[in-house]
């Protein structure tokens, strides 16, 4: 490579490193790095790729050009699937109630990644529901893992009886299941059907007839009206009969994720 005072400029050059801080909160967001294999020395305020998520503890691909450095990438983990704070990112949440592998779909995890300039997360796993509240205040996300505004997602469950239910991600951190009601093992919706009309069919508490004195229908002129002149209303009223709608077993988080 020719030296800077052939070339006008200073060179760019790539080295490897080491991601040993994240600054979240940062705008732009940078990272702290510790550069070929020197332990001792630490560089703060680095810049990253808009493409690029950090995770502590990642190599590194760094371009340098004279005091400039940026992270271009990592190099890949071995299979892919590593959790923790190493390697691809995943977390495993720490679940408030149920249980992690809900229909077999593996452990609850979560990560934060970095997608075209926005900071994303992702999610992973199936829960075993217990309640409606995966993870509530006393086992919040960390403040970087929080949405900045409240965030619903579809979730795939059970689909015996089935209703549709959401996940909520909130801003304080905690993580709902919401669309059924769970307070005991299952939920009931009750009432009469009624239904009345006016200037037209009358009915009380879902009976009527159509039954003159003699036992027939009485009629005008060869005539008679079962229509509807007016509204009428077929909803429930008082505590006959009950729909029940189950809890789900389980839902999913495969394939779940949002924009903070």
């Keep these: 490579m020719q030296t800077t005072g052939a070339l006008g400029y200073a060179p760019s050059t790539h080295i490897k490193g080491t991601i040993t801080a994240i600054n979240f909160a ?30 502590v503890g990642q190599t ?13 990438g990592h190099t890949a983990d071995v299979g ?15 679940l408030s109630a149920g ?7 593996g452990d609850v995890h979560y990560r934060l990644i970095m997608d075209h300039g926005s900071w994303k997360m992702q999610w992973r796993g199936g829960w075993g529901v217990s309640g409606s509240t995966m993870i509530d205040a006393a086992d919040a996300l960390p403040v970087q893992y929080r949405p900045s505004g409240h965030r619903s997602v579809v979730a795939p469950r059970q689909v015996s009886t089935a209703t549709s239910v959401v996940w909520d991600f909130h801003t304080d951190g905690t993580v709902v299941l919401t669309g059924h009601t769970i307070s005991t093992a299952n939920s009931n919706v009750s009432g009469d059907i009624t239904f009345t009309s006016i200037g037209g069919f009358t009915s009380v508490n879902g009976t009527h ?3 003159g004195d003699s036992g027939g229908v009485t009629s005008s002129d060869g005539g008679h009206d079962h229509s509807f002149s007016a509204n009428h209303d077929h909803g429930f009223h008082g505590g006959s009969h009950s729909h029940t709608a189950a809890a789900p077993a389980w839902a999913g988080l495969n394939g779940v994720e949002y924009f903070l």
């Design 26 to 55: 940062s705008s732009p967001p940078t990272v702290s790095i510790q550069i070929s294999g020197d332990t001792t020395t630490t560089i703060d305020g680095v810049r990253i790729m808009n493409n690029y998520s950090p995770v």
């Design 60 to 72: 590194v691909d760094i371009r340098k050009q004279g005091a400039d450095i940026i992270i271009t």
């Design 80 to 94: 892919g699937t590593a959790v923790g704070q190493t390697g691809s990112g995943w977390i495993r949440a720490e």
């Design 99 to 105: 249980t992690h592998n809900g229909n077999s779909n």
């Design 209 to 211: 007839n159509h039954l």
